[in-house]
């Protein structure tokens, strides 16, 4: 370093790039559909696409920075005090403030691996230190391992309840008896990204397991099941010690005005946007049950996707979607996360599943 160059903190050459879904390559005669990033595939609502229309007037103006009737919306949603929601820029963001709030350099941040890609980003960037364990080898958490992982420095865990990638989920007995062993000072969140999307009346509702727990943080999202990924809107449920401190590490303004209308009258259309979800959750059992059938071994999947573990050919599968008109999203080495989207993109996978199989 000659001081002529720009100095960076040192900490971000750990940081590893998002690998964000690709969007499917448009060829000549080629259907284009996008498996790459947990998307719902149908468009909005009219009623939503209307309130938006109408809010685009006002993007002169700063939205509200309190999100108060959004969190007044969800507060009645859940049955809990509106002082308990934190909204944030997507869930993704609502999880950095949640890192940034409790853990710095020296810290360290419990969570399963693999898992969201994001979580090593977002505690990497805070300076503090991922303490990622391996899934089972069904793809599951292991609790056990990840309650012995825990020491004086750990300051959060993520329990990510449908995983992603692997669709795999936590019961209510052993998420309770994890959650006991975990010291009360340690916050633990609960991500439940794809919450919409379980049918196994064997995993709890976080919501509930948040109720006794002042340790226990629940995030949501609009973006899968409520179909608002563009839109960018998230929020935590946390007790109100852990929602003050929570908004002290977002940004003012961070959810902008459209994000917000779409995201009440969402909650408003609920029963309607939960009866596609219903279909996306048919199109899953037929695309695990056909894959089941093709020879595959597949665990149960409760979230939008589907993961195949593909070792060393991972590569060559996501490759052979592609050039049949859908991106999947490859993992290079592992395996590839395959999401629920339109009937015909599930049904030219599960072609090119076929065709792999017999290769
Ligand atoms: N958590 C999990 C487990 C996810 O898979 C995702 C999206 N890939 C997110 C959080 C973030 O979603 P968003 O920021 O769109 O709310």
């Known amino acids: ?37 947990n998307e719902n595939p149908y468009p909005p609502l009219p009623s939503v696409h209307k309130v938006v229309a109408d809010a685009v007037g006002e993007i002169n103006r ?32 609502v999880a950095q403030q949640l890192v940034n709030a409790t853990a710095g350099e020296g810290d ?7 898992s969201f890609e994001a979580y090593p980003m977002l505690v990497l960037l805070a300076g503090a230190t991922p303490v990622m364990v391996p899934l089972l080898a069904d793809e599951s958490h292991d609790l056990d391992a990840m309650a012995a992982a825990i020491t004086e ?11 992603n990638p ?43 397991l948040y109720r006794e727990r002042p340790n226990v943080v629940v995030l949501r999202t609009f973006s899968k099941a409520y179909g608002l990924a563009g839109l960018r809107v998230g929020f935590a449920i946390a007790h109100e010690a852990a929602a003050d401190e929570l908004r002290k590490t977002g940004m003012p303004f961070a959810v902008n005005r459209l994000a917000q209308v779409a995201a009440i009258a969402s909650v408003g259309a609920e ?42 050919r991972t590569g060559e599968f996501a490759a052979m979607c592609e050039a049949a008109g859908v991106t999947v999203r490859p ?27 017999e290769k």
């Open 271 to 312: 029963a309607e946007l939960l009866e596609r979800v219903e279909a996306l959750v048919q199109e899953r059992t037929r695309v695990l049950e056909t894959l089941v059938g093709q020879g595959w071994t597949v665990f149960d999947s409760q979230a939008n996707f589907v993961w195949l573990r593909l070792g060393e």
């Open 1 to 37: 370093d000659d001081g002529t160059t720009p100095r960076f903190r040192a900490a971000l050459a750990a940081v590893p790039a998002y690998k964000a879904g690709r969007p499917p390559a448009v060829a000549e005669g080629l259907p284009a559909y996008k498996l790459s990033s």
């Open 153 to 163: 420095r750990t300051r959060l865990v993520f329990v990510c309840n449908p995983n």
């Open 62 to 93: 700063y939205p509200d920075p309190a999100n108060a009737e959004l969190a007044q919306t969800l507060a009645e949603r859940f049955g809990v005090p509106a002082s308990h929601i934190v909204v944030g820029n997507g869930s993704v963001t």
């Open 166 to 208: 692997t669709g795999t989920v936590i019961h209510r007995a052993e998420l309770e008896r994890f959650l006991d062993r975990v010291p009360r000072h340690v916050v633990v969140v609960l991500d439940e990204a794809y919450r919409e999307f379980i049918r196994d009346e064997r995993v709890p509702d976080g919501v509930e």
């Open 108 to 114: 360290e941040v419990v969570f399963a691996w693999r």
């Open 331 to 357: 993992f290079e080495g592992e395996g590839c996360r395959i999401t629920i989207g339109e009937t015909e993109a599930n049904t030219i996978f599960l072609e090119q599943a076929a065709r792999f199989m």
